[in-house]
C-alpha cells in the first residue's frame, strides 16, 4: 500500500541553524500538509500546498518557515534559523483530491482523506 | 479558546466494551477526520466525514452537522485500540484546520 515517507526521522540542531525536513507524498496525490505536535500538546496546522503554491497557512507558519516541491516528489518544509520552541514532531500528510476554489485563489478543500507521514522529532538545542 | 474539543480526555475500558468518544465543534465546517495515534507517535487517518455516517471494521463515526457534533464508537474493544484519537476539522473556508486535544484509550485485556 503507498505511504508517506519522512527523512530523517530524528533531527538534533543547534539553535539558529537552518533544516530542511523533507517528505516524499503519495504518487498520485496532489495536496499536501505540515503539521506539527510539540511534546504533550496537540497537533497544529502549519500549512497546506497545492499547484506549487500554498493554499493556506496558520500563524505559525511565519517568514522563519518555508515550503518548497523541488521535483515531482518531494516535499519539504524549511526553518531558516531555529528556535528552541521549533522542537516537535512534524507530520506531513498528503491527500488525493480537493475542491479548488474557482474564484481565483486557490483554495484547498480538504473533503478527501488525508494519509500521514510517521513524522520528523526535530530536536533544537 | 478551542474549535474543538473532545471528551473524555483519557479513557480506560476492559476489553470487549463498547466504546465512544465526542467531539464538539464551535466553527463551521467543510469536514470533519478521525485520527489515530499510536503510542509511537504516527498517526492514521480513520474516517473523515462531511455528513452521516460511516463504519469501517469495528469503527463507526457519526456527525450532526446541525449540532455541530461527532461520536467515534469503537465496538468489541482490543487492547490494540488503545492510542489517541484526535478530532479535527476543517473549516468552511476550506482550509483551516483545527485539532482538538485527543482522547487516550487504554483497553485492558
Known amino acids: 500500500e503507498p505511504e508517506v515517507t519522512q527523512t530523517p526521522s530524528h533531527q538534533v540542531t543547534q539553535m539558529g541553524q537552518e533544516v530542511i525536513l523533507r517528505c516524499v507524498p503519495i504518487?498520485?496525490?496532489?495536496?499536501f500538509y505540515w503539521y506539527r505536535q510539540i511534546l504533550g500538546q496537540k497537533v497544529e496546522f502549519l500549512v497546506s500546498f497545492y499547484n506549487n503554491e500554498i493554499s493556506e497557512k496558520s500563524e505559525i507558519f511565519d517568514d522563519q518557515f518555508s515550503v518548497e516541491r523541488p521535483d515531482g516528489s518531494n516535499f519539504t518544509l524549511k526553518i531558516r534559523s531555529t528556535k528552541l520552541e521549533d522542537s516537535a514532531m512534524y507530520f506531513c500528510?498528503?491527500?488525493?483530491?480537493?475542491?479548488?476554489?474557482?474564484?481565483?485563489?486557490?483554495?484547498?478543500?480538504?473533503?478527501?482523506?488525508?494519509?500521514f507521514g510517521p513524522g520528523t522529532r526535530l530536536t533544537v538545542l | 479558546k478551542n474549535e474543538v474539543e473532545q471528551s473524555p480526555q483519557n479513557l480506560t475500558a476492559q476489553e470487549g466494551e463498547f466504546i465512544t468518544i465526542n467531539c464538539s465543534y464551535s466553527v463551521g465546517i467543510s469536514a470533519l477526520h478521525w485520527l489515530q495515534q499510536h503510542p509511537g507517535g504516527g498517526i492514521v487517518s480513520l474516517f473523515m466525514l462531511s455528513s452521516g455516517k460511516k463504519k469501517h471494521g469495528r469503527l463507526i463515526a457519526t456527525i450532526n452537522i446541525q449540532e455541530k457534533h461527532s461520536s467515534l464508537h469503537i465496538t468489541a474493544s482490543h487492547p490494540r485500540d488503545s492510542a489517541v484519537y484526535i478530532c479535527?476539522?476543517?473549516?468552511?473556508?476550506?482550509?483551516?484546520?483545527?485539532f482538538g486535544t485527543g482522547t487516550s484509550l487504554t483497553v485492558i485485556p
Open positions: 500528510a498528503s491527500s488525493r483530491t480537493g475542491t479548488p476554489s474557482t474564484s481565483g485563489r486557490i483554495v484547498v478543500r480538504s473533503t478527501d482523506t488525508q494519509y
Open positions: 504518487s498520485n496525490h496532489l495536496y
Open positions: 479535527a476539522v476543517v473549516d468552511y473556508t476550506g482550509n483551516q484546520f483545527y
